[in-house]
Structures are given as C-alpha cells and as structure tokens.
C-alpha cells in the first residue's frame, strides 16, 4: 500500500504545483484491489504522508482511525465500481475547462485530439452538489464509453489505466478546453466529422508504444 499511496500524494503535489487545479482543489484515487486509496479532506497536499491517504471500500467504509475520504469520495467509488478499466481518477478545477463546465458545455470534437478522452466528444455531466450520490451517478453516465468528462459548474474527472494515464488525460483535456474557447474568440468553430472522428479512434488504438 505504501507505494501506490506515495503515488496518489505524488500526482496530488503535481497536480497543485503545476497549477492544474490550485492550492487545495480536486482530489486523486488509485485502486488497491478492491478498495481505493483516496486523498483525505481538506487537507494540503504539501503536508500529506502515507498514512493520511485513505484506504477506502467501494461502498465509503474506511478503517477506525482513518482520516476522513475526499468530500467527492462518491464519484472515486462510483467509477471504479462501474469501470473495471479504470484504476485511477484524478479530479481537477483546472481553469480553462472548468471555465466551459459554467457555461454547462461539454468539448465537441473541434480537433482530433478530443479522441483521447476515448470518444467522439468530451461531454458535460448536468450539475448536482459536490460530494453527493447524484453527483456520482451523473459523473458515471457522462463517462460511459469515455475516459474523462467535465462537470456543470464544478471541474473535470479523468480516469485511466493508472496514475500516470489519468494525471496526462486531465492535462490534455485542459490543453482542449483552452484551444476550444480560444477557437471560439475568433468565430464559429467547424468541427469534424463523426466519421473522421471514428478513423482517429481506429488509430489511436495502435498509436505509441503498445506493450
């Protein structure tokens, strides 16, 4: 447990120093069998140590003595429990795309690269309170056949094979949404095809080093 909970601090620390998501904002799990481990709550990331990550069943129990789970501890629970291809989330209010998650807007496919979220779009789950069930349950209807989506009024989740893959999903879907709304401060953006869009997916399932 103790290396997969350094990596859950490590992304955490990466993710607020680089400023994907800001001082204490967003939350970061990874699977450990069949429970998860999740960053605690309101706590900074510059002060974590392995034993405040929280080592969490899929149903929200924790041992006695643990910190409590992240507030969105819901969502983490929810997603592994639907996706048995998903071992780890990171959840970010990064700027650009939790700017286009207020207007309640989703990425369309304005540049092939939106298929790296697995899909021909990036779509927009409807807004619920933070750290509630619903919030869940639409986080997991917006990721069906996808690997990252964006939340009304609220942030962005990526999910990935692991820690690495989730973390660089997040950075890329935040590269879009800047790209996207620059796009659109010069006028209508035209966007590809549901065919292209299929082609690209085709390719990306050989592209980089496949092991």
Known sequence: MSALAQSVIDTALTMSTSGLSAGRSGNVSVRDGDRVLVTPT???YEELVVSDIVSMGLDGSVPPGSRKPSSEWHFHAAICAARQDVNAI???HSNAATALACLEEGIPAFHY????AGGTDIRCAPYATFGT???ATLAVEALEDRNA???AHHGVIACGADLVKAYDLAVEVETLAEQYGRARLLGTVPLLSD???QRVLEKFKGYGQQK
Do not use: I, P, R, S
């Open 195 to 197: 065919d292209e869009m």
């Open 133 to 135: 069930e619903e919030l």
């Open 42 to 44: 309101g706590m900074a």
């Open 149 to 151: 989506c964006l939340l």
């Open 113 to 116: 690269m939106v298929a790296a």
């Open 90 to 92: 990171v959840h970010t």
